[in-house]
């Protein structure tokens, strides 16, 4: 199957949507690209060697600022972000430090809270306001990525807030017991070294569908792990694993996701937390 | 409360992080901005008023590469992309219609097959998986959306998705019945006309916190209620809550928002069809 004709036949394939994008000499960019999407294009994750510098408090005010113009609800602004500049704090929150943590938060509490002061009996409890909540918290965190790598800082999206005790977020942050949840934390900063590369993306079959959903055939998911191993397309975390494996994937699930190793009491942490945050309604009965 | 002195004090305390974003006038921008936070800071939604105009090929084919760059957990791009042309089909997805719909869904549906493949037991069913797969899937969103925007293109992003028989949406698109979400719906298109302002932002108390999370005094959520009904703020959806109610909130929460009558059958809905996607565990025995 990996044979460069198959292997064009189907990179064409999945690029019939992007201007193939991971084959950038095979097809022409449609349009001289902009700024701001050329800002977008070089987006990169750095992954914890920040160094140890402040961001200037201008360029915060403009990212913070930034942040805020990303659409949401209702413009009833259901999130919350702490701006975390201490760096101890920011290593027990998410794992990372750098130059400021901003953590973003689901957060209905302000809302709750003017709904109460007026009378109105206002619970915001179900997982629908958790969806549309983390949704809107979501958006004001990549807005936030997009105008810091403007400026010239780097960024780091982290879960690592979800790794571990997740109670300590509440503990080390005063933040409320209800109505409040963490989603992700941005760490920003600047690296200590360029990336000697970006990273790819798939952008075909699988990714992209067109009209409705495509379910993938056994033929374009064996393409799919075979685009993986080749190093032209970027994909793969690191290249340690061709010493050890046949394909990337084989390090991605057994290494990497640990699967047939996984814990389960992280699951159950996040899911009883979110019960008592109140966004998951109890059974009914 | 409402004298001009307390809203004075109000709006700069509210200011202390960011450059005075609801008062241009009262602070300087601390420096001028590029063309990256010029296109952010226009981002404005378009609520149904499209032309009847299609895309151009090419600007969705960079918006959709853009909307790839976005991070994401571990590279795995736990999401698709379902691109929707029809004007039938975008109007029954999510309630409206424009130059196209891209509707964003949580989707372990190709990485599970990929390691199903190869052998491997992968079954992204818990609440963690859910929440990091929807907050890739909203951060590619977004960068679609800021895309778009620095190409002239304006949108839309919409939960309309999760309103009324949400089942629909597998019907129609052939979603995958497990492992796959729909998260959010984002319309592409020219508006028919200008909106004569960009909506406003809170900024402050409520929304940014330094270092711990501030909860807020009695005070604070009084002058809140009264900066949504500041004309300056922009933070109201309508002005029409003039004639009727004392405060802009009251029309917020008794009008819009319906409190006191809202129905509960649509919370159940999201969870018994997030349970079928498998991504809500459980209960534990």
Partial sequence: MNTPASRRTFFQRSALVTGGFLLPDEKAQPTPPNETIKTIRSLRSTHGNFLDKPLPEAALETILQSSLRAANASNNQSYSIVVIKSRQMMKSVCGYQGGCVLLYCADYTRIKACAETMGYSYDPKTIVDFVTASTNTALAAQT????????????????????????????????????????????????????????????????????????????????????????????????????????YLDWFFGDWMGLRSKPADQETQMLRLLKRSRFVEPPQV
């Fill in 144 to 247: 936030a990525v997009i105008a810091a790598r403007s400026l010239g800082i780097d960024s780091l999206l982290t879960n690592g807030i979800h790794r571990g005790d997740m109670d300590r977020l509440w503990k080390l942050l005063d933040l409320p017991q209800t109505h409040c949840f963490p989603i992700i934390a941005l760490v920003l900063g600047y690296p200590t070294e360029e990336p000697n590369h970006l990273k790819g993306r798939l952008d075909g079959p699988g990714i992209i569908h067109s009209e409705k959903y495509h379910a993938l055939t056994k033929e374009e998911v064996g393409e799919i792990i075979l685009k993986y191993d080749d190093k032209d397309s970027r994909l793969a975390l690191n290249d340690d694993w061709r010493a050890k494996y046949k394909h």
